[in-house]
């Protein structure tokens, strides 16, 4: 299955494309109509996922456990599916918000190779590859979040920068120390390995390394300081792009991980993954509920939202894990939505500072329906996406038996509900305050809502046809659970 | 020669740490420097050391104690290519802030935590 790479290669040639075509005027288009061609690749696997199974692509024609190998299981595809819908409106909002002093060919340069790197995270099956992939990952959000050279993004790329690569390392010298007690990196063939040993246990001294490591890329508590300290620095289109897919990448390897092969010890690990979810999740509800920059506020409320999806891991049973799947989909659509409409916001009243703003409902209701789609999908009201990933995590939560995390769940509803109506009321529903120091900003025009309105589309989209997607992320959950079916379609692939 | 190594990585580790928690910026590079240089060797050894026997060799040798494991050499090469491209990185970025801001002061750095 050569057409595996595809959501490799077809990033890694726009990026290589936008060095040759290097003017402001191919980038606004070579953006946008790439990754609607990365849509339709990811659609594309996905449907041959569906009626083929597990897909596994032996790079360099080397066997399964000696070279690296990509695969595209459920979890992989749903994840290349969402991201892919979330570059494209980002990168449509690209064109329309990024200030003249960030050339667009420049940007979407790194977006591509960012984008490559996200893609390499999702399919590979080889440890160290995944490494790289994060480290390409990483150095192209570097230089994204400092792209305007702005006191303030200088300094939270600093910060972001130093708390990410503890983490690399942290990572690499995990996966030094599995390699030596296990001799190889294969995903599928460490799983086949611990699976029949009875001294896995001493795999825990690894698996804390790769849990700091990835603890540090989700932001998840205690690890999340730097999410706050820059986020809210760079363009607000570079933000709605970290927001919607960086985190959910360290979620994502979470999942892989401790369910494929760090399964010994599950009362440890899956404890402290609860413990860690709850301090995550309170943490940021009350945090974000004590700003009154859309941004900050936005910024904390990631935090908040990756402890749902970690609980979901920490319950451990196939409703929880596809609990968890489906809402890390549905965060990753509305969280970039929210984002988009802090922007427009900003845009057209020239600040962030909710205080500062007011009367958009009458100025703009269009706006004001569009920012309360992905809001209120986040918040978890009924009709929408948000509400089936949250009552999905708690059912599971309640017949498990893990009465305490679902009730800090249920709690923190109420805070994430608090700090969205916040943003409502503040800069929708109250009067535009008298003495505001900031300049309006310009009116928008048409384009200007066209990703927004795509992202919140696709929300409502994912309430409506929630049955449908519950079957695939049920898929992908006893996919993970059992893993005998990945290990085999792996280790005994036949090239043709 | 593994017992040698295994203290140098914890020496490696320790100076790096320290180095992070110093205030200075340029200190806190040298500190990702040494950590990242200390996390290589860990890959490196992390199967054993093989002293005199080279790592690929032809069809004839099918005896597994005549040849070095070649997979840590691989990762730490690509690890060390990674970690100079990230201290470059850094050190520009460096740079930029020091002609921006004129300050090596991490405790300077307090900008975009405040409550605004």
Known sequence: MTQVELPILIPFALAISLLIFNTPKYGRWIGPIGSLAMIVASLYLFTTLQSEGILTLNMGAWEAPFGIVLVIDYLSALMLVVSSFILFAVSLYAVRFLPDDIPLSRFFFFFFTLSMGINGAFITGDVFNLYVWFEVMLISSFVLITMGRKKEQLEGGIKYLALNLIGSMLFLAGLGLLYGKTGTLNMAHLAQILKNDDQAIMMNTSAILFFVAFGIKAAVFPLFFWLPASYHTPNITITALFAGLLTKVGVYTFIRFFTLFFVQDQVFWHNLLLIVAGATMVTGGIAAASYYDTRRILSYHIISQIGYMIMGLGIFTPLAIAGAIYFTMHNMVAKTGTFLAAGMIAKLKGTYQLKEVGGLYKQNPLLAILFIVPAFALAGVPPLSGFFAKFTLIKAGFENGNYIITMVALLTGLLTLYSMIKIWNEAFLKKQPENKKHQDGVALSWPDYVPLALLALVSVLMGVFAATLFSYTFEAANQLIDPTNYIQSVLNNKQP | ?116
């Open chain 2, 1 to 116: 020669m593994e017992v040698m190594l295994a203290l140098l990585v914890g020496i490696l580790y320790t100076a790096g740490v320290y180095m992070l928690l110093r205030r200075s910026i340029l200190k806190f590079i040298i500190g990702i420097i040494f950590m990242s240089n200390a996390t290589n060797l860990l890959v490196f050894i992390s199967s054993g050391l093989v002293a005199g026997k080279p790592a690929f060799v032809n069809e004839s040798t099918l005896n597994v104690s005549d040849l070095a494991d070649p997979m840590p050499q691989a990762l730490v090469l690509t690890a060390i290519v990674i970690g100079l491209g990230m201290v470059v990185f850094i050190l520009a970025l460096k740079y930029k802030y020091f002609e921006v801001t004129g300050t090596d002061d991490l405790d300077q750095l307090k900008q975009t935590d405040s409550q605004k």
